[in-house]
């Protein structure tokens, strides 16, 4: 069983998209550990509406905070303590999507961080999205990453910017899965379109 952990270099650079995208491609199951904010309208509940094939399977959120914040802030808030002891992958047979919370050092509590809930095992997927500051942002993530021993492949989202994702293609080395381009909505025919295109280079991974 694969597992795959979608990771971003900030917020809002399009990993949930990315992550329904790589779920449907692989009719994987899908879990977001960590959620903090919009309860009514999760991640998971986002990736549900956009998938279309019979396979893949929501598992619930380790934590499922209230406050949309960083969720060591969202869990001071609900009065809970986030512990990694209580994120585990849920138990499946298919291949498993996680979805991380904004990037890799967003702090969990006083002590973890995103980056500590990646087992050695999992394969890791940036998602890149091009803004002022986003190829330091990129090669700081890839480079941590590599570091740590994990394996690293890279998506890029939102308008296309060649001389940036030449540049952080050279620079990390990394296999390039493709680009998610500025669509005007989202929906299961266009997340089976990528899916479709992503497929054989994410079965390579």
Same mark, same amino acid.
Request: charged share 25%.
């Given at each position: 069983?694969?597992?795959?952990?979608?990771?971003?270099?900030?917020?809002?650079?399009?990993?949930?998209?990315?992550?329904?995208?790589?779920?449907?491609?692989?009719?994987?199951?899908?879990?977001?550990?960590?959620?903090?904010?919009?309860?009514?309208?999760?991640?998971?509940?986002?990736?549900?509406?956009?998938?279309?094939?019979?396979?893949?399977?929501?598992?619930?959120?380790?934590?499922?905070?209230?406050?949309?914040?960083?969720?060591?802030?969202a869990?001071?808030i609900?009065?809970?303590?986030?512990t990694?002891?209580?994120?585990?992958?849920?138990?499946?047979?298919?291949?498993?999507?996680?979805?991380?919370?904004?990037?890799?050092?967003?702090?969990?509590?006083?002590?973890?961080?995103?980056?500590?809930?990646?087992?050695?095992?999992?394969?890791?997927?940036?998602?890149?999205?091009?803004?002022?500051?986003?190829?330091?942002?990129?090669?700081? *993530?890839?480079?941590?990453?590599?570091? /740590?021993?994990?394996? =690293?492949? +890279?998506?890029?989202?939102?308008? $296309?910017h %060649? *001389?940036?994702?030449?540049?952080?293609? /050279?620079?990390?080395? =990394?296999? +390039?899965?493709?680009?998610?381009? $500025?669509? %005007?909505?989202?929906?299961?025919?266009?997340? /089976?379109?990528?899916?479709?295109?992503?497929?054989?280079?994410?079965?390579?991974?």
């Amino acid at each position: 069983m694969k597992q795959f952990f979608i990771t971003g270099i900030s917020t809002e650079v399009g990993k949930t998209v990315a992550s329904a995208i790589i779920t449907e491609a692989l009719e994987a199951d899908y879990w977001k550990p960590v959620q903090a904010g919009e309860l009514d309208n999760c991640d998971t509940k986002k990736i549900e509406k956009l998938i279309s094939n019979s396979k893949t399977q929501f598992h619930p959120n380790a934590f499922a905070l209230e406050t949309p914040m960083s969720p060591h802030a969202a869990a001071e808030i609900d009065k809970v303590e986030i512990t990694l002891d209580k994120i585990q992958p849920p138990k499946t047979n298919n291949t498993l999507v996680i979805e991380g919370a904004g990037g890799l050092l967003v702090p969990l509590n006083d002590s973890n961080t995103i980056l500590d809930i990646i087992k050695p095992e999992y394969q890791v997927i940036v998602v890149s999205r091009h803004y002022l500051g986003s190829i330091n942002h990129t090669l700081l *993530t890839v480079n941590l990453l590599k570091e /740590k021993g994990f394996k =690293v492949a +890279i998506v890029f989202s939102g308008e $296309e910017h %060649p *001389t940036t994702e030449s540049i952080i293609s /050279k620079m990390t080395n =990394v296999p +390039i899965i493709g680009r998610i381009d $500025e669509e %005007p909505y989202f929906n299961e025919n266009v997340i /089976k379109e990528y899916a479709q295109k992503f497929k054989d280079t994410l079965e390579t991974l």
